[in-house]
């Protein structure tokens, strides 16, 4: 299995992310009505490369220094900063989650006929072909 795993390189846990993403900005456009609903979005280099290191954590050296803040389950889930915010306080603007969405998807998308192509490389390769 681990042969698998580096022959498909990092795109498997690209396609893990990218689902995520893809679940909090449906999330967001669901809540676009409900009042006081903050819009979040994915850090992507944060949560995949978390996902690549999870043991990599930052290290306190001295007994003053502040711990970074960020609970785990949360690694690289950020609120987004709104052009217009809600009069009830919400800050979904859904022409750009729209657009984030679609974007998204279609990154998704890329990233699985990658993985496909690959996997019928070695498909090939195994048969002898």
């Not at 490369?49 to 389950?73: C, F, I, V, Y």
Request: proline fraction near 3%; charge should be neutral.
């Amino acid at each position: 299995m681990n042969l698998l795993n580096s022959a498909l390189g990092v795109h498997e846990q690209a396609l893990k992310v990218k689902s995520q993403r893809l679940e909090v900005l449906s999330q967001n456009i669901a809540n676009a009505d409900t009042p006081n609903y903050k819009a979040r979005d994915l850090d992507f280099k944060a949560l995949l490369n978390h996902t690549r290191n999870p043991d990599m954590q930052l290290q306190a050296t001295h007994a003053g220094h502040m711990a970074h803040g960020e609970p785990s389950g949360t690694q690289g889930l950020k609120y987004r900063n709104p052009f217009n915010t809600a009069f009830d306080g919400n800050t979904v603007e859904m022409s750009v989650e729209q657009a984030n969405y679609g974007q998204a998807a279609a990154q998704y998308q890329a990233t699985l006929s990658f993985l496909e192509n690959r996997v019928s490389g070695l498909r090939r390769a195994l048969r002898g072909e």
